[in-house]
């Protein structure tokens, strides 16, 4: 991942997560079983999501107040009442730094070209996109 050194740290259990971003640098991930084959650690796209969130919150120091207002604000709408996974999931996409993570976490090298603060291009909820 470039220069963005992140610290990967097993814990065997996350709330409804496979990994999370718990800091600027810090990652914890859950070992899965996948088919019944031996325990994997998080694949190269959870890798690089999950390091997009990290750059978001070493730019944005009121990244969980951020995260927060806009999944609060999204679960009251109908696009989150009405995903296929359910109301969690339909706001979860819509928070404006999971959209950002999402759309790039395929993209090698995002991180060495992204520009600051680029989750700001994603619509807040309720405006257009």
Do not use: N
């Amino acid at each position: 991942m470039g220069g963005h050194e992140i610290r990967f740290v097993r814990v065997p259990w996350l709330p409804g997560a496979s990994a999370i971003c718990v800091g600027r640098r810090l990652v914890l991930y859950v070992e899965r079983r996948s088919d019944h084959r031996p325990l994997v650690g998080p694949s190269e796209r959870v890798r690089r999501h999950e390091a997009i969130h990290c750059a978001q919150r070493a730019e944005c120091g009121r990244f969980d107040a951020i995260y927060v207002s806009d999944y609060l604000a999204a679960r009251k709408t109908e696009q989150a009442r009405s995903h296929p996974d359910g109301r969690h999931w339909g706001a979860y996409y819509m928070v404006r730094f999971e959209a950002e993570a999402h759309a790039c976490d395929e993209i090698e090298g995002y991180l060495d070209t992204r520009e600051p603060m680029a989750w700001q291009a994603y619509p807040m909820v309720g405006e257009e996109q």
